[in-house]
């Protein structure tokens, strides 16, 4: 308990949450501080493609194994199943429309890439090593979701059609991530010796960057949507993260993860999406509000994974082992 809450005291006063501090409580109280969009979806692109070549080549490093196979169906299933038990605890405690709960349940049964990036930043900050392939397990759980959240919008009539399988494949970040996993896959440490000066050194201070353009982005959404966040969602909000931390770890034990790989289980299984799943959404469900669930994943379950909640997983996944 001791090493949780000393973890948990480190992440509080680490520059990534405090960057994003900044920018929610310059939002807030209403300042000009912004980032321009074109810069932000660059820096979006940078992580995705520095954690994607990192996976790849950690992958190379580990070689194809039982255990990898095992890791990426564990996620599909967390993916498939997480977005089910949402839907039915929102419609029997939140009052949502269908549609709503539906939209609602796919970020949590997707995945936080940044919050994933938070957290192995962690595990390298309290010495805890990990798996490299953790990267694809995070990317097979981006679709599943989706496609379940649609299935349930429509009491079983699908919605992806053509067009909208395609916008859930072809989304950039998730194009971005795979892409640069299988270069960093093909290339493996030699590939990521030649360019680390660019993707591991500047690193942490583009994620500080894009933290702070999250707390932005958390702040508007705060702002704007405070009405539609009644307690009982915001509450779901807070108490889901666990309910999919606890299926993440019961996955990652079965699937015979190591410590720094069930932690990473753990968060991805906990964390909510509020980039790819927004983004098909659009397309899939535009009756569906964000106004509802952007504030929700962005503006609660974010900061609260970030702050709080990585500590608990990887005490979590401490405990375990």
């Known amino acids: 308990m001791a090493s949780a809450l000393e973890l948990a005291a480190a992440n509080l006063v680490s520059p990534m949450v405090l960057f994003f501090v900044l920018g ?90 940044v919050t994933f990036l938070a957290a192995t930043q962690a595990l390298e900050a309290t010495g805890v090593a990990y798996d490299g392939y953790m990267v694809a397990v995070a990317a097979a759980m981006e679709t599943p979701a989706i496609i379940a959240a649609l ?19 072809l989304n950039g970040s998730i194009v971005m991530l795979i892409g640069s996993f299988l270069i960093g896959l093909v290339t493996g440490s030699d590939g990521l010796t030649s360019i680390a000066p660019f993707i591991v050194d500047p690193f942490k201070g583009i994620l500080c960057l894009f933290l702070l353009d999250m707390g932005i982005i958390a702040g508007r959404g705060l702002r704007e949507g405070h009405k539609n966040l009644t307690l009982p969602v915001v509450l779901f909000g807070l108490y889901m993260p666990l309910i999919g931390g606890a299926l993440g770890a019961l996955a990652a034990w ?9 932690a990473l289980m753990i968060v991805l299984a906990a964390s909510a999406s509020y980039i790819a799943v927004p983004s098909a959404l659009r397309l899939a469900l535009p009756e569906a509000r964000p106004a509802i669930y952007l504030p929700l994943s962005l503006g609660v379950t974010f900061p609260f994974n970030l702050t709080l909640g990585i500590p608990l997983y990887l005490a979590i996944a401490t405990a375990m082992h």
């Open 151 to 169: 299935w349930l919008a429509k009491t079983g009539e699908s919605r992806m059609d053509n067009a909208t399988l395609r916008e859930v494949i």
């Open 254 to 262: 079965l699937a015979g993860l190591s410590i720094g790989s069930t």
């Open 24 to 113: 929610l409580a310059a939002t807030l109280a209403r300042s000009d501080l912004s980032i321009p969009e074109a810069i932000a979806k660059a820096m979006s692109l940078y992580l995705m493609m520095a954690i994607g070549f990192k996976g790849g080549a950690g992958v190379a490093q580990h070689g194809l194994d039982a255990t990898l196979i095992a890791a990426i169906l564990a996620g599909i299933v967390l993916s498939a199943v997480i977005p089910l038990i949402a839907f039915r605890l929102l419609m029997m405690s939140t009052g949502l429309p269908r549609v709503d709960a539906a939209a609602v349940a796919a970020h949590y049964g997707s995945i936080s890439i």
